[in-house]
Every structure is written in structure tokens, then in C-alpha cells.
């Protein structure tokens, strides 16, 4: 099904070089007597790479079918991630190298969204935010408020973030999954 450049907007699938772009954003213009086209930023589904792209309505855009399913992930191995699917149980292996950002979140039987292109997994949709536990951190001392400063924190998946001074080892905080910063302990 192919799309006019006018109708392009953000967050639209579309294939470009047979490869699954989403529209990042999108810029429409036309000159007097030539025909119309868009100015866009892109972001590969696959690769994750953001490219700059002039699109022309000699141009053949068409949409691309980007199949959303519930996956449940089960474990690492080596450089890869499995996941499996919460109906069929169908196993899916994804290379962590390209779900680099995402995989600092990943614990066991934690339930994601499988981004899926021509029947193959090629990227994940991560909840807002996790709940992790803090397994190592400075201890806090008496007269830390919330207002006080920060201080770094190894949560259990292995990543690294600022939390509040009154926050220690074994406490359980939300982490939002697009910025990778602290929002409150639960």
C-alpha cells in the first residue's frame, strides 16, 4: 500500500530501502512548481540507526506492518536474550547487541512488547517504567531527606543510577525505562 508524502507524520511505520523505518519527525514542503515532499528523521527498527532522509512523491513509500505481541523474557545466554510468547510459548532469540539500551533492564519473567517485521522479532517495546532492587549503594545517614542530593546505585539487573541519599541496599525503586532515572521507591 503505497502513501502520498503528505499524509507522512510521526510515529507512522513505513519501508525504505526494504528495511522497517519509524517517522521521528516530519517536515512537508513544496515549491511552486515542483511537487511536494517531506524532510524526515527516521529510525530503523531493526538497527535502531537514526538517519536524515528528503522524501519525493516520485518516491515509492509504502506502510510497514509492524505486528505487536506480549512476550515474556526468560534468560540470558552468552550475547543473546530468549523471550517467549505468552500464548503460542513459542521461543524468540534477539541479539542483545541490538537491543543494546534495552537490556540493561531485562530480569527474569519480566512482560514486554515484541516488535515483530515479516514474522521475525526485531526489536522490543519495554513497560514506562521497572520496579528493581537497589543490591549495592553508599549507606544513608541520619538527616538524608528527600531533597538532598543523590548517589549512585547497582540496581539488579546491572545498571547504574542516581537515586536519593535515603535509599539503600535491598530497597526496591521504580526506574523509567526511557530516560534510565530514578522515579521513587516502592
Known amino acids: 500500500m503505497s502513501i502520498p508524502v503528505?499524509?507522512?507524520?510521526?510515529?507512522l511505520t513505513i519501508e525504505y530501502n526494504n528495511q522497517p523505518y519509524s517517522i521521528i519527525q516530519c517536515e512537508h514542503a513544496k515549491v511552486a512548481r515542483g511537487s511536494s515532499f517531506a524532510r524526515a528523521k527516521i529510525k530503523n527498527l531493526i538497527t535502531s540507526q537514526i538517519i536524515e532522509c528528503t522524501l519525493r512523491d516520485s518516491d515509492k513509500i509504502s506502510a510497514a506492518f509492524i505486528e505487536r505481541k506480549k512476550l515474556i523474557f526468560s534468560y540470558h545466554e552468552s550475547n543473546y536474550c530468549h523471550f517467549f510468547d505468552t500464548d503460542t510459548y513459542q521461543d524468540f532469540i534477539l541479539?542483545?547487541?541490538k537491543i543494546e539500551d534495552k537490556a540493561v533492564f531485562l530480569k527474569e519473567n519480566l512482560e514486554l512488547t515484541?516488535?515483530?517485521?515479516?514474522?521475525?522479532?526485531?526489536?522490543?517495546?519495554?513497560?514506562?517504567?521497572i520496579t528493581l532492587e537497589v543490591i549495592e549503594t553508599e549507606p544513608g545517614f541520619k538527616g538524608d531527606t528527600k531533597k538532598g542530593g543523590t548517589?549512585?546505585?547497582k540496581l539488579e539487573t546491572g545498571i547504574i543510577v542516581d537515586v536519593p541519599?535515603?535509599?539503600?541496599?535491598g530497597d526496591k525503586i521504580k526506574v523509567d525505562t526511557r530516560t534510565q532515572s530514578y522515579l521513587e521507591r516502592t
Open 6 to 11: 503528505s499524509q507522512l507524520k510521526p510515529s
Open 95 to 97: 541479539d542483545k547487541d
Open 114 to 129: 515484541g516488535l515483530f517485521y515479516k514474522n521475525q522479532l526485531i526489536n522490543l517495546e519495554l513497560p514506562l517504567n
Open 151 to 153: 548517589k549512585p546505585a
Open 165 to 169: 541519599l535515603f535509599v539503600k541496599k
